[in-house]
């Protein structure tokens, strides 16, 4: 995200989760009408699509987006309090909870793409090609260096399912070190410390140039990665700019934004980082191989 859009002039750097509340509460205070504050993951970030649909949306709009890049549980806690207008997570789960909770008032099916399980080439605990919950049983039963993101994300919610389904709590383990960062700095970590770790795959790719860790296990339909768009509730939370995020919501869901995330990647990566999902039945796109 370019500086521009960070009123904080924190530009790319992710934000620890210490940060994010301290953030909301200043963007809040200085929240107008012309602005729309937008929680969504550092995924979206670390991918660099928000570095594209930002100027486009407030070029179209006449909004000026500010965002807070944190795991989709920070987002939705934001959301809760009332600090962000609009939401974009992919944590479905605690997506559905928040919207029976009454604080959401709008949500849609915006794109996916997937996880994968990361970790040095020479695998020192053979998970390639194995299925996700297998592999995490090898990491733990051979006491393998993993790094997780500990940060109540999307992504740590999916890899607490996993460790649950393969029967290890890795919580206290030598072996386990959670990093409290971003999607970007725990890669990053991972990397130097040549160990595993659970990451989607956009800002894998985005970042492969400068990492040595290989994908070893993905493919598995557990590893779906489905992102959605939430309005707050302005019922709930009167203070939230309603029509700014309803703009956004529309926007995200539009063909032409649409258009831009289905071929956003495929020239630098030949693979889009994202597939454009707005008007389709998700329990479709689960089911699909």
């Not at 604080?103 to 399980?117: A, K, T, Y």
């Amino acid at each position: 995200m370019s500086r521009r859009h960070n009123c904080l002039g924190m530009g790319r750097s992710l934000l620890p989760v210490a940060l994010a509340a301290l953030l909301a509460a200043l963007l809040t205070a200085c929240r107008g009408r012309d602005t729309v504050i937008l929680a969504t993951t550092t995924s979206t970030q670390d991918s660099g699509l928000l570095d594209v649909l930002v100027p486009m949306f407030e070029k179209k709009t006449g909004y000026r987006l500010k965002v807070v890049a944190v795991g989709s549980g920070q987002a939705l806690a934001m959301g809760r309090r009332g600090d962000a207008d609009v939401i974009l997570a992919h944590s479905p789960r605690d997506e559905k909870q928040f919207m029976a909770e009454g604080h959401g008032s709008d949500r849609r099916l915006v794109m996916h793409n997937d996880f994968v399980i990361v970790g040095p080439a020479d695998d020192p605990a053979g998970i390639a090609g194995q299925d996700p919950v297998q592999a995490l049983r090898r990491i733990a039963s051979r006491g393998s260096l993993f790094v997780s993101r500990g940060d109540d994300s999307g992504t740590h919610r999916l890899e607490t399912q996993l460790w649950q389904a393969a029967g290890v709590a890795p919580a206290g383990q030598p072996w386990y070190q959670e990093s409290g960062q971003g999607m970007g700095a725990t890669l990053t970590i991972a990397d130097q410390k040549d160990a595993y770790t659970i990451c989607d795959r956009a800002t894998y790719l985005a970042l492969q140039r400068s990492l040595r860790l290989a994908v070893l296990v993905e493919g598995d339909r557990r590893l779906y990665n489905v992102y959605h768009v939430i309005q707050v509730s302005p019922q709930r939370h009167p203070g939230v700019n309603a029509e700014g995020a309803r703009a956004f919501v529309e926007f995200m869901v539009a063909p032409e934004t649409q258009a831009v995330i289905a071929r956003f990647g495929v020239d630098r990566y030949g693979q889009p980082l994202f597939y454009a999902d707005a008007g389709r039945d998700e329990r479709e796109l689960i089911s699909s191989p």
